[in-house]
């Protein structure tokens, strides 16, 4: 309880059959998008090296548990990967706190990608694919948004709440130009379907998509951060990262992202977004 949990990008976390990860404080899962964090299965060799049976062991669904966010914890994934878990079921299981995902792909569970029971979870710029249900939730309140919901074979997501504004899921694309299919809402949508009171309109046309490019200096380049005085100075690394996003519906905006070491040692990142068109 109240631990903080780091992951740092590059990381390959494999997880035997039946095991879970449980945040009962807070986890920090920050990847980059050349070199992302995995959570997947044992038998998964196509990240980490060998550490299936043989070099010919393919990962299944259901290799391993969930990742589990308790009822005062917090968690972030960002430029993570995370697959072939679910054998209770779910791959992300959120009974309360709060659980942030960005820029990263959860997929591949037996039945539910991610289980809400309680809390609230935030996604933004993600991809939902290959379960049963993208999303499940019981409880809680859900905000999703410019994320690529394909191939949830029942649900992409599925309300139970019976409450709308629970699960905000504007501006997604489900797999298709025409929207999700819902009976009552949308019923020429031909993407992957939601429940009723899941707030999905309106959906992006295309899937949004970013190009992002890292430039690190290590301070003999004449630029850095000095940690020490918490500002800019020719000393210490950092990072700048450009990035093309496209939201999905035709519009392109540059964005500048600057991540260093603050003077605490933790990892730090600001984000100046450009408006399309300005220089």
Do not use: C
């Not at 935030?122 to 939730?137: D, K, Q």
């Not at 020429?188 to 200096?217: C, H, M, R």
Request: net charge negative.
């Amino acid at each position: 309880t109240g631990t903080t949990l780091t992951i740092n990008h590059g990381a390959v976390i494999k997880f035997p059959p039946g095991e879970t990860l449980v945040v009962d404080g807070t986890l920090n899962a920050q990847g980059t998008s050349s070199d992302k964090v995995y959570f997947t299965s044992l038998r998964d060799n196509s990240v980490g090296g060998v550490t299936g049976n043989s070099t010919t062991s393919t990962p299944n669904i259901a290799d391993w548990g969930y990742i589990e966010n308790e009822s005062m914890a917090s968690g972030t994934l960002d430029n993570a990967v995370v697959r072939y878990g679910g054998s209770s079921n779910q791959e992300i299981y959120l009974l309360g706190g709060v659980f942030d995902i960005s820029n990263s792909q959860i997929s591949s569970s037996s039945e539910m990608n991610i289980d809400v029971e309680g809390g609230t979870l935030n996604i933004v710029s993600s991809e939902i694919n290959n379960a049963t249900y993208g999303i499940f939730m019981a409880s809680g309140t859900i905000n999703v948004s410019s994320t690529y919901f394909h191939n949830n074979s029942s649900h992409a997501i599925y309300n139970l709440t019976d409450v709308t504004s629970s699960a905000y899921a504007e501006n997604n694309y489900w797999d298709s130009p025409s929207g999700p299919y819902n009976l009552n809402l949308n019923p020429n949508g031909t993407g992957d379907a939601v429940s009723d009171y899941v707030d999905f309109s309106p959906w992006l046309l295309n899937p949004p998509t970013s190009t992002k490019e890292s430039i690190q200096f290590d301070g003999a380049s004449g630029l850095g951060y000095n940690a020490s005085q918490d500002e800019f100075a020719a000393t210490d690394p950092f990072t700048i990262e450009f990035d093309t996003y496209n939201d999905g519906q035709g519009n392109e905006s540059p964005i500048l992202f600057l991540t260093y070491m603050d003077k605490d040692g933790n990892s730090q990142q600001g984000e100046v977004d450009f408006a399309k068109g300005d220089n």
